[in-house]
């Protein structure tokens, strides 16, 4: 499975995903088939973007998306059940702060 890295810019608020290490040559999150199967992941670990720029505010959209990907949500909470992957038979328990 290819490695990833999940950053965060404090400045413009977005974060993104980047394969840091690829599990062969070529590989991204089009091609790896470990990212095409629909199964949910343990959350890789997270930087904050200092020498980093963002894709969508710095580089303008202009990136490769086999390589990078915009984070648009984090979900984070409990899944009883069979298993990870959304077909699985279990519930889904969110975190929420009342």
């Known amino acids: 499975m290819c ?8 400045h413009c ?8 290490w690829p599990c062969a040559p070529g590989m991204g999150f089009d091609t790896c ?4 199967d629909g199964i949910c992941r343990q959350l ?7 020498g980093e720029g963002c894709p969508k505010c710095d580089l ?5 998306c086999n ?11 409990v899944r009883w059940g069979m298993g990870p992957s959304k077909s699985d038979p279990g519930c889904d328990i969110p975190c929420c702060v009342m």
């Open 3 to 10: 490695q990833i890295t999940h950053y965060r810019d404090f």
């Open 13 to 20: 608020k977005h974060r993104w995903a980047s394969i840091t």
């Open 33 to 36: 088939p470990d990212f095409v």
């Open 44 to 50: 890789p670990r997270r930087l904050v973007a200092m």
């Open 60 to 64: 303008g959209n202009n990136y490769d």
């Open 67 to 77: 390589l990078t990907r915009m984070v648009t949500g984090v979900r984070y909470g």
